[in-house]
């Protein structure tokens, strides 16, 4: 069985003619000379390179659909008749002190200087892709309302069309990141907080020491990788002075801007855009702790790490270097994820899954705190977009694992709440939101909740931050009532204990006990007595 049909996708905008394709090439099994497209070959035969990424790149978001054998589908959360976890210490659990919106949904990270956030989840790096730079507004204020963090991703500085550097190529100026952390920290209200993200060019280019200490950034994440591929971090830019700017700034631009080839290319239209990519990173334990010391020697409060879809080998590392240098919060993406902007064909082919790599990591830090040593707090990302899911990856990686880091499922709310503005600007509203109303007190469930926190102020909110204050709610609410059902009224209860694995294949990756197998002795022995 093909876990996919390459060759053909909505996110290359291509497709087959046929409805008989082979498995293994995506090509149709009756390829006719004449035909008039649309699938991948077709496409790349005369537009190249632009079919490696999904597309058009600044309106869309793109995640993996590879199949994978096993997911987190393949766990269900169990539901108990009696008891409960997490109560005030002396407290039986009645039915009167277990109600589902008892329950506590706080989480916290880090090492020393904690984090605490309202729900056990914060948004994926979001860094200099165009959907990002656009929609910050919505995302930042989203989160900060929300009470969650958020991740402000790689070469933000750099690619700045305003950024100003000194005589020794360092940033001085970078008016987006201002504007990013302003935006964040003007509803910040004690939960959460921004991290900043570092890349090899941000790392040259002197970002950590600009946040730090012209912007009182406080919390610094050192990047290894994403779960959406396994190169550096890619946009487009439909510039050729812009294009020959980033070349100029150190940044690799495919096409080179300065070929005269290209150039005659561009102004013949042929070549429409130009790719901006990073560099790959390469890491080297000593010079780890060293990154590390010298950011904390800047006045960083808290570092973190974030790493890929990499094999266990790699995983290991960031494990065990993380535990070494008390690292504040290990995020470990897996594959396919999502993205603004990656090879598509990488994004479905590359790296570990997620549910895979979440089971290699307990493996790796149960040997590690069996050795005393300091677990690192750990949050998993790569596909997730629902309460179920949060429930499931926190029992699963429980004690360690203290949230989820989510990339599209927090970008989406921000970005229908930004177009239910537009629409009712435009008395255009789709079908799909009219039906609850024809204004934004109507149509948002928590609007009036918002105004009474907020009073006129709630006019000032983004209707993409109202959007994903909403859309979090909706998490919080339904995670309670797995909690309540599982009888966990604290995140801190939730063990591995409250899942079981519905295929044999599963419960030998997961360690998780089979569905037949879960509490099988318990009830013999009800039986038995």
Same mark, same amino acid.
């Given at each position: 069985?093909?876990? %996919?049909?390459?060759?053909?996708? !909505? ?22 000379? =004449? ?8 496409? @790349? ?37 009696? =008891? ?17 919106? #008892?329950?506590?949904? !706080? ?17 994926? @790096? ?62 910040? !209200? ?13 790392? %040259? ?11 009182? /950034? +406080? ?72 990154? /590390? ?18 094999? #266990?080998? +790699?995983?290991?590392?960031?494990? $065990? ?10 995020? &470990? ?12 064909? #990488? ?30 707090? &750990?949050?998993?990302? =790569?596909?997730?977009?629902? +309460? ?85 709610? $909706?998490? $919080? ?5 797995? #909690? ?5 009224? %604290? ?5 591995? @204990? ?23 002795? !318990? ?7």
């Amino acid at each position: 069985m093909n876990l %996919r049909r390459p060759n053909a996708n !909505e996110a290359t905008q291509t497709s087959n003619r046929s409805r008989d394709v082979s498995p293994s090439s995506g090509i149709c099994t009756r390829c006719v000379d =004449g035909c008039r497209g649309n699938c991948e070959v077709f496409k @790349a035969t005369f537009r190249g390179r632009e079919v490696i990424y999904p597309g058009p790149f600044g309106e869309i978001t793109a995640g993996g659909d590879k199949d994978y054998p096993v997911d987190y589908s393949h766990l269900n959360v169990q539901g108990y008749a009696l =008891g409960a976890k997490g109560l005030p210490e002396g407290v039986e659990g009645n039915p009167d002190n277990t109600l589902f919106t #008892m329950v506590d949904t !706080e989480t916290e990270f880090g090492y020393q200087n904690k984090v605490r956030m309202k729900l056990p989840i914060f948004t994926g @790096a979001l860094g200099s892709t165009e959907i990002a730079r656009k929609n910050w507004e919505h995302f930042a204020v989203g989160a900060a309302i929300s009470g969650i963090s958020i991740v402000c991703g790689e070469n933000v500085c750099g690619i700045d069309p305003a950024l100003e550097l000194n005589d020794k190529g360092k940033v001085v100026k970078a008016p987006d990141m201002e504007r990013r952390v302003e935006l964040y920290r003007r509803y910040h !209200e004690g939960y959460g907080d921004i991290l900043v993200q570092l890349n090899v060019e941000d790392t %040259r280019l002197g970002v950590a020491e600009y946040v730090i200490e012209k912007l009182g /950034v +406080e919390t610094i994440e050192l990047k290894w990788g994403q779960g959406a591929k396994c190169i550096g971090g890619e946009i487009k830019v439909d510039s050729l002075d812009r294009a020959l700017e980033l070349q100029r700034r150190g940044y690799l631009v495919t096409p080179d801007p300065s070929d005269p080839a290209v150039q005659a290319a561009y102004r013949a239209t042929a070549i429409k855009h130009f790719e901006r990519h990073s560099r790959l990173g390469f890491i080297d334990e000593e010079s780890f702790y060293a990154e /590390v010391e010298r950011l904390r020697a800047l006045g960083a409060k808290r570092v973190t790490l974030k790493t890929g879809a990499y094999p #266990m080998r +790699e995983l290991a590392m960031a494990i $065990k270097w993380a535990s070494n240098a008390k690292i504040d919060l290990l995020t &470990i993406d897996g594959a396919p994820g999502g993205t603004g902007m990656s090879p598509w064909r #990488m994004m479905e082919e590359w790296g570990v899954p997620t549910f895979y790599l979440q089971c290699m990591t307990n493996q790796l830090v149960e040997r590690l705190r069996a050795k005393g040593a300091y677990v690192p707090d &750990i949050a998993i990302a =790569g596909g997730f977009s629902t +309460e179920d899911h949060v429930f499931k990856v926190l029992a699963l990686g429980a004690p360690h694992t203290k949230a989820v880091c989510m990339g599209r499922a927090l970008m989406i709310p921000g970005f229908v709440g930004k177009n239910i503005g537009k629409w009712l600007e435009e008395k255009d509203l789709p079908r799909t939101v009219s039906e609850f109303g024809s204004t934004k007190e109507e149509i948002f469930v928590s609007y009036e909740v918002l105004k009474a926190k907020y009073g006129n102020e709630v006019e000032n909110l983004p209707l993409g931050a109202i959007g994903i204050y909403t859309f979090a709610d $909706k998490i $919080k609410v339904g995670l309670q009532q797995l #909690m309540s059902g599982s009888r966990n009224m %604290r995140l801190s209860t939730i063990s591995q @204990a409250d899942l079981m694995a519905l295929t044999r294949e599963a419960a030998e990756i997961s360690g998780i006990p089979y569905v037949m197998d879960a509490y099988r002795q !318990e009830a013999f022995d009800i039986i038995d007595a």
